[in-house]
């Protein structure tokens, strides 16, 4: 457990900031690479490591930084919406029909996908929860931080390796 610390500290912080209003925007691009970072430093302060840092090691901790900033940020994101009933699809629910009409698919798609999302809305406002929300959340969150994280994982043992040279 303690060789999975680091990632477990970095992608805490980084889950965390998946539902702070301005930061949850930079959280895919920004934040979950330079978690992964984090993530680095601290592991090379704990076990002392003064030479470089191997790029396994860092890919690594990248995704595993990735895969806990996606559960504690999917985990976060849900005990919001459940606690406050609101999240950003009931603040954009009007603009969905502008934004549906834009694709080009059929009208009873369109119809289909104002349902769903319809349907979600509503039930984020009666009950806090929509299981197609949180699944979607959840597996959205794992697919995107994981490619972050491993890309932020990469990157950053190359920059921390540039630095200890």
Do not use: Q, W
Not at 9 to 30: E, N
Not at 51 to 77: P, Q, V, W, Y
Not at 101 to 126: C, G, H, Q, R, Y
Request: proline share 3%; glycine share 6%; aromatic share 10%.
């Amino acid at each position: 457990m303690k060789k999975y610390l680091p990632a477990l500290v970095a992608g805490f912080a980084a889950g965390v900031m998946h539902v702070v209003p301005l930061a949850k925007s930079l959280t895919c691009c920004l934040i979950v690479p330079l978690a992964a970072f984090f993530a680095i430093v601290l592991d090379s302060k704990a076990n002392k490591i003064t030479s470089d840092f191997e790029l396994k090691r860092g890919a690594t901790l990248g995704l595993l930084t990735g895969l806990f900033a996606a559960f504690f940020g999917s985990f976060f994101d849900i005990l919001v919406t459940f606690i406050t009933h609101h999240n950003d699809i009931i603040t954009t629910i009007n603009e969905l029909p502008k934004v549906i009409d834009s694709v080009p698919v059929s009208e009873e798609l369109k119809d289909e996908i104002f349902k769903i999302m319809t349907n979600i809305a509503t039930s984020i406002e009666k009950k806090g929860f929509s299981e197609i929300y949180a699944m979607s959340i959840f597996f959205n969150n794992i697919v995107v931080n994981t490619i972050f994280g491993l890309i932020g994982g990469l990157v950053g043992t190359k920059i921390f390796n540039t630095k200890n040279s």
